[in-house]
């Protein structure tokens, strides 16, 4: 497992996993990071690997004094599923 990135190009958190990525499409508006798109490689479905990155990504927000406002399905639900992050989310 990679180190978590942002990708300021293309406005993404990437990290790699056994030479395959996950990332989500952040969307930044002051101290909210709207999550879009989280999406893992179909190498890695199913492996666990989506999981440790959004614990990876919310570790990231938490240490840049940021709030998440999941848009996405699945961090959406991985956020209702983990409530030690709750927190640092934004509900809508």
Not at 6 to 30: C, I, L, M, P, W
Not at 43 to 48: I, K, P, Q, T
Request: hydrophobic fraction near 35%; charged fraction near 25%.
């Amino acid at each position: 497992m990679g180190e978590l990135n942002f990708n300021e190009t293309s406005g993404r958190y990437e990290q790699d996993f056994d030479g395959h990525k996950v990332y989500a499409d952040v969307r930044r508006d002051g101290k909210t990071a709207y999550i879009n798109h989280v999406e893992a490689a179909p190498e890695l479905r199913g492996s666990g690997a989506a999981g440790k990155f959004m614990v990876s990504l919310m570790d990231a927000f938490k240490a840049e004094g940021l709030k998440a406002y999941p848009i996405c399905g699945y961090a959406a639900g991985w956020l209702q599923r983990h409530s030690e992050y709750s927190d640092m989310v934004v509900k809508p």
